[in-house]
Structures are given as structure tokens and as C-alpha cells.
T-cell receptor, first 109, second 115 residues
Framework: AQRVTQPEKLLSVFKGAPVELKCNYSYSGSPELFWYVQYSRQRLQLLLRHISRESIKGFTADLNKGETSFHLKKPFAQEEDSAMYYCAFTNTGGFKTIFGAGTRLFVKA | DTEVTQTPKHLVMGMTNKKSLKCEQHMGHRAMYWYKQKAKKPPELMFVYSYEKLSINESVPSRFSPECPNSSLLNLHLHALQPEDSALYLC??????????????FGEGSRLTVL
């Protein structure tokens, strides 16, 4: 079955600390993986996607096909990073994007 | 215009009412989506339109009826809903790439309450 697992519902870190939001997926083919973010009172928006291999707002995510993981990392968390983060994947060539349960990141001053 | 616009933002309806949710985008995207999001849960896919044709229906009850009148508009017609259908309904759009979708652009959602 196609599935995205985000094991942490809530992650609380201090400002300046490293942060890692975990994501594992279950899919037999080649998925396209994304991290979406929802800041308070804003719409859900793309943070980054694995095929672009970019760093957005200091966040990076590497696709590990062996571990079927796509963890989101940032070396130094900022208060403005506090938001809801969803890992998601789409089957290549398809339209069905499946979201994980989400992790709420809270960065404390 | 790089936004997906949804109306109304809030809707309260009775179980016997008929209402519609509307979604519009002018980014030239040829795939449009309806998602349902309950409180503290991730978005769940309901329908996908590709080139104005319904390509995915995730076994949604017939009391929800989607419509894509043209490449910029997407409607969701609601009839005889149940209180458990109360949720945030999100519209999204995307380009069509290599036969599939890509980055989703979301609207702010229509918050529906069924009494």
C-alpha cells in the first residue's frame, strides 16, 4: 500500500538548535517526494521537492531509496520556522498526492 | 496571478440544502483537485480533473458532485450532506508534467459546517 509515515506529531526545539523532521514512505515504484508547510493563518504551500535538490529557507531533504526516507533537516532552527510540516509523495506520472499525518514544529525562543 | 482562489471562505448549510464551492486559478494549470481536511488531519484527496476531464474519484459519496466547466474553474456541488462532512475543503491546481501532476498550489480553503 502507498503510505507516508511521519512518526512525530509534535517537535519542539530551541532557537538555534538543529531540527530533523522524519518521513518514511512505502511505495514500490519511483515516487516524487515533497515537503509542504503551513504557517499560521496561511495556505498550504510547497517547501521543497526531491527532484530540485534545493535548499529552501535553510531546509534540505535527501531522498534515501534504501531506507525509503525523505527526512527534512535544518542546522539552526528559527522561530519563524514554527509551522505544520507535511511530507507527501506522488506516484511518478500520476496525480494522486498522498500526505503524511504532519509534524507540528515549535521553535522556542 | 499565482493564486488559487476559493469561495466562499465559510459556509453553513443544513442537511437538505444544495450549495456549491467554487475554485479559480489563472496560472494555466491543466490539473485541478479537491481535497478534504478534517481538524488536525492531513488533506485527503477527493477528485482530480486533468484537461477538464475527471481522472480520479477517490470513492467519494455522490452527495459531492464535482464539475470543471473550463480550464480555470472547478466547482464542488453539495447536496444532502451529513454533519460528518463538516471540514475544510481545499482546492489545488498543478501543471501536467510527463502525464502526471507536480507541485500543488493550494487555495485557502472553504470551511464547511453542516448542521
Amino acid at each position: 500500500a502507498q503510505r507516508v509515515t511521519q512518526p512525530e506529531k509534535l517537535l519542539s526545539v530551541f532557537k538555534g538548535a538543529p531540527v530533523e523532521l522524519k518521513c518514511n514512505y512505502s511505495y514500490s515504484g519511483s515516487p516524487e517526494l515533497f515537503w509542504y508547510v503551513q504557517y499560521s493563518r496561511q495556505r498550504l504551500q510547497l517547501l521543497l521537492r526531491h527532484i530540485s535538490r534545493e535548499s529552501i529557507k535553510g531546509f534540505t531533504a535527501d531522498l534515501n531509496k534504501g531506507e525509503t526516507s525523505f527526512h527534512l533537516k535544518k542546522p539552526f532552527a528559527q522561530e519563524e520556522d514554527s509551522a505544520m510540516y507535511y511530507c507527501a509523495f506522488t506516484n511518478t506520472g500520476g496525480f494522486k498526492t498522498i500526505f503524511g499525518a504532519g509534524t507540528r514544529l515549535f521553535v522556542k525562543a | 496571478d499565482t493564486e488559487v482562489t476559493q469561495t466562499p471562505k465559510h459556509l453553513v448549510m443544513g442537511m437538505t440544502n444544495k450549495k456549491s464551492l467554487k475554485c479559480e486559478q489563472h496560472m494555466g494549470h491543466r490539473a485541478m483537485y479537491w481535497y478534504k481536511q478534517k481538524a488536525k488531519k492531513p488533506p485527503e484527496l477527493m477528485f482530480v480533473y486533468s484537461y477538464e476531464k475527471l481522472s480520479i474519484n477517490e470513492s467519494v459519496p455522490s452527495r459531492f458532485s464535482p464539475e470543471c466547466p473550463n480550464s480555470s474553474l472547478l466547482n464542488l456541488h453539495l447536496h444532502a450532506l451529513q454533519p460528518e462532512d463538516s471540514a475544510l475543503y481545499l482546492c489545488a491546481s498543478s501543471q501536467v508534467l510527463a502525464g502526471g501532476g507536480g507541485e500543488l498550489f493550494f487555495g485557502e480553503g472553504s470551511r464547511l459546517t453542516v448542521l
